[in-house]
């Protein structure tokens, strides 16, 4: 499984990016799949994800203004950033995994394949 993001750059607060990671090697359609970030001198956390059912999970500090997607013909997964803050400043990645839960979605334990991160910058 490879995971491909990208789509992170420098904005605005107020500002918005849309990221975008590709996922290979197999078929994705029956897989949990979502995005964690991370801030320097801070651990992980999650972002948002997107059950087999289609259901959407956000962590409340984005809910209202980030929006997971996917393309399941395309194997890719997207994640719209609108009214950017400084806070939501990190790397961010993208995860994936077959064996996620619906009460696990948010914990970074629970999956064993991710991405190598894209760098979001919001400036104030």
């Known amino acids: 499984v490879q995971l491909q993001a990208y789509g992170g750059g420098l904005v605005q607060a107020g500002g918005s990016l849309r990221l975008s990671c590709t996922a290979s090697g197999r078929t994705f359609n029956s897989y949990v799949m979502g995005w964690f970030r991370q801030a320097p001198g801070v651990e992980r956390e999650f972002v948002a994800a997107r059950s087999r059912s289609g259901t959407s999970v956000y962590a409340d500090s984005v809910k209202g203004r980030f929006t997971i997607s996917r393309d399941s013909a395309k194997n890719t997964l997207y994640l719209q950033m609108n009214s950017l803050k400084p806070d939501d400043t990190a790397v961010y990645y993208c995860?994936?995994?077959?064996?996620?839960?619906?009460?696990?979605?948010?914990?970074?334990?629970?999956?064993?394949?991710w991405g190598q991160g894209t760098q979001v910058t919001v400036s104030s």
């Open positions: 995860v994936v995994d077959s064996n996620v839960i619906l009460s696990s979605i948010r914990s970074a334990s629970a999956y064993d394949h």
